[in-house]
């Protein structure tokens, strides 16, 4: 009965029920209202996403999700010659992911909100640090992301969503218009940090409560508690719960 | 295709994907093994909760949870005459309806794996602040629940997980056994702090892995992405993801 809302993504979107995490705060906020259905891959590009898409929104499923964020780029932008070189996409292969991906989810659900999300900058200090601390001196030189790079991944998702006329975040530009972005959003670099994750799930209800549907205008799934009459509990259940 | 653990029960559960919630750090543990699915309805008394079960938990479902958590009793215990009192179950109601819950359950699969959890004790002292900030001089100087009554319905729901051979946690004699219980686990006298939280977190984590499966054991729903071979990452998803 209840919505879905299903957040689609690597790690970023996979550690987002950790403690201060966006998808939690996203599923607190939609509390009795919507699921919020975590389907983040660590480790995944969009070319190995896309052998997923078929399983996880199948065509012609009765109850698809009402909505989707996509987010995912932070595994593509990996260099090639670096120590991550096998998760990396061309920059205009990922951006034709990201279409396939949308193509799909409107096959399943021409109505579905759908937002695209870029991944976050990148700290290429912190990343060094972070290789550093796992493979001491035998860490290689080289970052295998640049901040750089991982912009023109960026730049081809917003890009894309424009062409498409879906909403985007463009979490590489705005977490870079605060100062001190590299230790106060990122752990290593990289991954968010509890400030990180806010910035994401303010970005998410924004464009959710501006362009879709806000929480506070869904119904609850049951009725509230202060509806029921102790006396006769009975009739607030019997629009919802004929037959019980 | 991943299984659903349902978190059944009250505010305590509604509340549990604030930050440091004990829904969202089972959720994070079971990342990417099975979906926690929250279906807690606050203010909501074991009396309330029935009406719920048909729909939460049909029968003949494909798809039943593999495992839920009853988590009622903070409202069932409200005293009588006093401001929550619209909220009250009696005591051997109270159990009967856990009973009738774990019957249907029982009945939607009987390999359901089920466990009691007692409500938390009660902090008298805080209730009253709580209620005094709330409605200054006007709030009413009876606590609406004691920490005694509270441990009648605890023992209730302890008993009948005896009976009926299921596991159960009783939330209200562990979280004593800490000196200052009452400002370290509870934020009002009722609802969890995030140490408190844990607290819960900590006991269903304990009792799912010692007599139901530990997330350690459970299968990645696809490939992990060290097992994918960039070269030809068809090859990992064949098994799991034919024809796509």
């Known amino acids: 009965m209840r919505p879905q809302i299903v ?31 975590n389907r983040g ?14 399983h996880l929104f199948p065509l012609g499923s009765a109850t698809p999700p009402v909505a989707v964020t996509v987010f995912f780029g ?6 090639l010659g670096r120590t991550s070189e096998r998760q990396h996409v061309p920059v205009d292969e990922y951006k034709e992911n990201l279409r396939r991906m949308v193509q799909h989810l409107k ?3 021409s109505t579905m909100f759908i937002v695209l999300i870029t991944s976050p900058p990148v700290d290429e200090e912190g990343r060094k640090e972070y290789a550093r601390a796992l493979y001491g001196e ?24 424009r062409e498409l006329d879906l909403p985007s975040i463009n979490l590489w530009s705005k977490m870079q218009e605060t100062d ?21 799930y303010q970005e998410v ?25 102790p006396e006769n509990p009975g009739k607030a259940f019997q629009q919802q719960c004929l037959g019980v």
Chains 1, 2 share one sequence.
């Open 7 to 37: 957040l689609f993504g690597d790690s970023i979107t996979e550690q987002s029920y950790r403690s201060g995490g966006w998808g939690a705060a996203l599923a607190d906020t939609y509390s009795r209202k919507a699921d919020i259905v």
């Open 138 to 161: 035998k860490a290689m030189k080289l970052p295998e992301r640049t901040n750089e790079i991982a912009g023109l991944y960026a730049e081809k998702c917003v890009e894309l969503a």
């Open 107 to 109: 096959e399943c659900c």
């Open 205 to 229: 209800f924004r464009v959710f409560s501006e362009a879709w549907l806000p929480a506070s205008k869904m119904p609850y799934d049951f009725p509230h508690h202060s509806e029921i009459d």
């Open 180 to 200: 001190g972005w590299q230790k106060k959003f990122l752990r290593d670099g990289l991954h968010l940090t509890e400030d990180g994750n806010a910035v994401v």
């Open 41 to 54: 891959f660590g480790g995944y590009n969009t070319r190995w996403a896309l052998f997923l898409l078929h």
């Open 74 to 79: 932070a595994n593509d932008a990996a260099l």
